[in-house]
């Protein structure tokens, strides 16, 4: 084990278990494990509040805690894995999490239901966190990139395609197989876990100097953050107590947090790891990257589903078949092209991507359909597969090989508070978008104006023409007009939306530029030789300095 205290995180030592390949490969599963069954859950929530009998507060409730237990864990596992080993730490919870995957669709009451999301979501929390540390401990130098890579390919591929799934579990082998299905991989999971990881000892020297107090209020703090995030537009923000509750303390907490790991003899995850100017940066463009990014996993399938009104499985062909397929050969070229090209040339690519992809979601029309959307999307699979993973490597390529735990502890906070965050604003402005949309075209629809008049005359002379009574068509025709400035509403306010994320990538562009070359390492391409000296040649002292 590694001599540096805790603040500085376990070093790297390079030690391979008997097959760190299949180690390797057990923690990217359970990466998608993770991410397969988050995006199942939030697309097929409508389906469960249905199958459970849930009202639509239950059914919010519900969703939020079966996420925020994830943060209350997730920061400190990378440590836990350190001290405790990777199999104790995945193999144990992976039995747990398979047997509540299999329980939970028979179960009715719904506050056992809450309960056993509640650990769900704490297992889940296991997971993903161990993956950068176990590929960067476990796998050679040279598959390094490939692996990482492998980690950023799964969040946009599972984003993508588990529309989908859900659309392909509801209408044809049961909802009960959102549950299911990451039973299965889970299965998969503690196989390679088994198989490819060593049987370690306990490390009783860091266990018994471990940073407890700060590792309960970090991961308590931003379990209740996001609990308050998430229930915010709901509960009209800070007009509710509960949701005001939930920020205050969540945020007292991580101020609390901030002031152990200075004041603490050996911190667990101290700041000071995000305090070099290429890693901050890096972080600055991963939220912009987040944000960006909301273009392909938010608006074009709500767009869809709130104008188009078509359900997940009419949605996820084109974001399936232009964007989560395409994606496989997108990693692969990024992966080569890191391995030539300085990361920050890809990240770059991949943001140009998202801002023509943002550009092209401003000429939306209510016309709209899953085909029109094919350009956008694969413009938005070359944004993801080429941002995250040159993001993903820079980081890592900067990062001081000492601190390996401290820097996962905060990529696990960018990875749900943050992305939980910039889905939550985003919410929220499409919503005030919308209203503000709403009134001002409504504005120009007023009683006895003439082109009103003639679109209801209009509306109402077809409902008669289908058998509808003069009162009923009536009364149609009004319902209908106001259906369509709500639509043309909700239209605008996604152009809204598609600007905003433009201008996210347009950020992450400037924020790139500002960054330095990585050091010389693994995760960078390799200096070019060289040329030979033509002639005789001045010694080596007389070379002017640069």
Request: charged residues 10%; neutral net charge; hydrophobic residues 55%.
């Amino acid at each position: 084990m590694a001599t540096e205290p805790i603040g500085a995180g376990a070093a790297s030592t390079g030690r391979s278990s008997h097959n760190p390949v299949l180690g390797a490969a057990a923690v990217l599963v359970g990466a998608f494990l993770v991410s397969f069954d988050q995006r199942l859950f939030a697309i097929g929530l409508p389906d469960l509040r249905g199958a459970f009998g849930l009202t639509f507060d239950e059914g919010t409730w519900l969703a939020t805690i079966a996420l925020a237990p994830q943060l209350l864990v997730a920061p400190a596992i990378p440590w836990l894995a350190t001290v405790l080993g990777v199999r104790r730490v995945l193999v144990v919870p992976g039995l747990v999490y398979i047997a509540l995957s299999l329980a939970i669709p028979f179960v009715s009451d719904y506050q056992v239901l809450l309960t056993l999301h509640f650990v769900h979501g704490l297992l889940l929390g296991i997971f993903i966190p161990v993956t950068i540390m176990i590929v960067l401990h476990n796998l050679p130098m040279r598959w390094w990139i490939v692996g990482l890579a492998m980690y950023s390919f799964r969040l946009s591929f599972t984003g993508n395609s588990g529309v989908s799934l859900v659309g392909f579990h509801v209408q044809h082998l049961g909802w009960e197989w959102i549950y299911w299905q990451n039973a299965i991989v889970a299965v998969l999971m503690i196989l390679l876990t088994w198989l490819g990881t060593p049987r370690e000892g306990v490390n009783r020297r860091l266990l018994a100097s471990a940073d407890w107090g700060g590792m309960l209020m970090l991961g308590g703090g931003l379990a209740l953050i996001y609990a308050g995030l998430d229930q915010g537009n709901r509960l009209d923000w800070f007009e509710s107590g509960i949701v005001t509750s939930l920020l205050v303390g969540g945020g007292v907490l991580v101020v609390g947090f901030l002031i152990n790991e200075a004041v603490v003899r050996e911190p667990w995850a101290h700041p000071s790891v995000l305090m070099s100017r290429n890693i901050g940066l890096a972080m600055l463009a991963l939220m912009a990257y987040m944000v960006t990014s909301l273009s392909n996993m938010m608006l074009v399938p709500t767009f869809l589903t709130v104008v188009g009104h078509l359900r997940p499985e009419q949605v996820g062909d084109v974001l399936l078949n232009c964007t989560a397929l395409p994606l496989v050969g997108v990693v692969t070229a990024a992966v080569l092209l890191l391995r030539r090209f300085d990361a920050r040339l890809v990240i770059l690519g991949g943001l140009t991507c998202f801002a023509v992809a943002g550009w092209m979601g401003t000429g939306i029309t209510p016309e709209w359909s899953p085909d029109d959307f094919v350009p956008m999307a694969l413009m938005q699979s070359l944004g993801q597969g080429l941002t995250f993973t040159g993001l993903l490597v820079f980081v890592v390529s900067n990062a001081n090989p000492a601190r390996t735990v401290a820097l996962v502890a905060y990529i696990q906070v960018m990875r749900l508070d943050i992305i939980e965050i910039t889905t939550t604003v985003m919410s929220t402005w499409l919503r005030v978008r919308e209203q503000v949309h709403s009134n001002l075209i409504g504005l120009h629809v007023s009683v006895g104006d003439s082109e009103v008049v003639q679109a209801l005359d209009h509306l109402k002379a077809r409902f008669i023409e289908h058998s509808a009574a003069a009162e009923t068509a009536v009364a149609r025709a009004t319902s209908t007009l106001a259906s369509l400035v709500r639509r043309q509403a909700d239209v605008l306010s996604f152009i809204d939306g598609f600007e905003v994320t433009f201008w996210a990538a347009i950020a992450g562009i400037l924020l790139v530029s500002l960054m330095r070359t990585a050091p010389p390492g693994p995760l960078t391409p390799a200096a070019p030789k060289p040329a030979p000296a033509v002639g005789r040649s001045r010694p080596a002292s007389t070379y002017p300095k640069v």
